[in-house]
Each structure stands twice: as structure tokens, then as C-alpha cells.
């Protein structure tokens, strides 16, 4: 059992949570994950590892409430247990010195992106961030990005912070003014498969960090399977973060949506079989 050590909402239904687990603080790395499961019936659920403190033995994950398991997890407090908590989990990111660096996160990926851009910071490289979302209200760890990059620069769908447009918007008109050595992308697949496509006109060498399905965290069950350079990987041990421009982007946006097409059914599916019963009544 896992203790619910720390809890703050960090936005509109984002929250961070501190959670005691001595030895993944101890040997967890930036860009590695973690799957929980809060009790025995539960989902099991991966989550970009947001932070450690070794010290005190404690793991930050921070998370959307986006479904069951992670509405339920958001109504927990401190002083609660969750049941599994297992990781660190995936390859951690490649840390050197390259020179400039743009990190690009959009949504909660910012979340996910704080301890890359931290020890690529530390790494002695510039790290120029670029942070998207639909609007002001949604961006997140605004002072915490701030104080790991030489340039926090944002795009809003709707203009209430920073540039009006996209992510890629700024990623152009920085590439037009830096000799930009890396760049490294986090976030929805529609905002990385753009940032890819930038990037490869240019031949600036591209990482990003991709969410498929993943049930097991192990690469037996296969969900989590991408297409990388012609050849199947498994986001969960060969990645999470692969060579942007060897990506089949297609095909991972036709598994995420045919995923989301099977939830659907299954929710249509027990909403008729529970109108049924309730006509029996």
C-alpha cells in the first residue's frame, strides 16, 4: 500500500499528489513512468513520474481527471492508500549537453516536460520552452517552468496567454531565429505529429514522448505497440520517447481512436443492457 502523502489541485481538475514510495524516489529518472491501481478492482494506469525527493521518499505524479480510475483517485485524500504503485518504468531521457533546446508540451504535458527541461537545465544546455492550451485558465506550473528555462514562451487557442495559435506557431519563428540543436515534444499526438513534421523540413533531431494505450507496463500485452523506423516497439519498454521523424504517426492515431471507438461501444452497450433491466422493473 502506497500513502497519499501530499494533494493540492493545481487546476481545473488537475491535481498533484506526493506519494510515499521510497525506492522508486530513489532510482527514478526524467521521462520514466509509473501505473497505479488504487485498489484490487481497479484499472491499472500509467503516469509520467512529474518529480522526486528522495530524501523524504516521495514520487509526484500529477493528472487530469479523465476517467474512472483517475476521478477516483482525485477524490482521495491525504493519509489515503492506494494499492499498487509500480515503476520507474520506460527508458529515462537521454540527458547531454546538445547546445539549444526547445521543449514543447502541450496541456499536461507540461507536467510531464518539468523534470526533462530540469535536467537538461542542469545539463548546462538553453532550454527554451514552449507551452500550448486552449486557454489561460488550462496552462499549469507556470512559475515552475519559468525557473527552469531561459524562455518560457506560450500559445493559447484563444489568445488569453501568449500567442493566439498553436505551439507550432512559435516553434517556427524561434527555428527562424535560433540554431536550434534538439527539440523535444510532449503532449497530444495531433500537437507532436506537427512538431515533427516542422522539425523534419528543417532536420533538427526530434524526441518525443508517446502515450498509446498500456495496460501492463511490461510489453506483454502488446497495447501499447507503435510503429518506430518501419518496426514494432512497445511504448512501454523500448520507449516512452522515440526518434520523432521515424514515427508512424497514422497509425498511432488510428489505434488511440479506435480504442476510443471500443469505449464508446462498451458505454452504449451497458447503457442499453441497464435501460433493459430497468424496463423489467
Not at 85 to 97: A, C, E, S
Not at 147 to 160: I, P, R
Request: proline residues 4%; glycine residues 8%.
Amino acid at each position: 500500500m502506497y500513502k497519499i502523502v501530499r494533494k493540492k489541485e493545481i487546476g481545473n481538475k488537475v491535481h498533484n499528489l506526493e506519494i510515499y514510495a521510497p525506492e522508486i524516489a530513489k532510482n527514478a529518472k526524467a521521462g520514466q513512468f509509473v501505473i497505479f491501481r488504487i485498489d484490487e478492482k481497479g484499472e491499472r494506469v500509467p503516469l509520467t513520474v512529474a518529480g522526486t525527493n528522495p530524501q523524504e521518499g516521495l514520487v509526484r505524479i500529477i493528472f487530469q481527471e479523465a476517467g474512472k480510475s483517475t476521478t477516483h483517485l482525485a477524490s482521495l485524500c491525504e493519509g489515503d492508500f492506494i494499492r499498487d504503485f509500480v515503476g520507474p518504468l520506460g527508458h529515462p531521457t537521454v540527458i547531454k549537453h546538445y547546445g539549444i533546446v526547445v521543449a514543447v508540451a502541450g496541456g499536461v504535458g507540461a507536467a510531464e516536460l518539468l523534470p526533462v527541461i530540469k535536467e537538461l537545465k542542469t545539463a548546462g544546455n538553453k532550454v527554451i520552452t514552449i507551452v500550448g492550451a486552449r486557454c489561460k485558465d488550462l496552462i499549469i506550473l507556470e512559475d515552475e517552468l519559468k525557473q527552469e528555462s531561459d524562455a518560457l514562451l506560450f500559445a493559447t487557442n484563444d489568445g488569453t496567454c501568449g500567442v493566439k495559435g498553436f505551439v507550432t506557431d512559435i516553434l517556427k519563428e524561434v527555428m527562424d531565429t535560433q540554431e536550434i540543436n534538439i527539440v523535444y515534444a510532449i503532449g497530444p499526438v495531433p500537437m507532436m505529429k506537427a512538431v515533427a513534421e516542422l522539425t523534419k523540413e528543417k532536420h533538427i533531431e526530434t524526441v518525443v514522448s508517446l502515450n498509446p494505450i498500456m495496460l501492463d507496463g511490461t510489453g506483454m500485452c502488446g497495447a501499447c505497440r507503435v510503429t518506430v523506423n518501419g518496426k514494432t516497439k512497445f511504448a512501454c519498454v523500448n520507449g516512452p520517447e522515440f526518434d520523432a521523424h521515424s514515427v508512424h504517426w497514422d497509425e498511432l492515431s488510428s489505434r488511440l481512436n479506435s480504442f476510443k471507438d471500443l469505449e464508446k461501444i462498451s458505454f452504449d452497450n451497458f447503457t442499453v443492457r441497464r435501460e433493459c433491466k430497468c424496463r423489467k422493473k
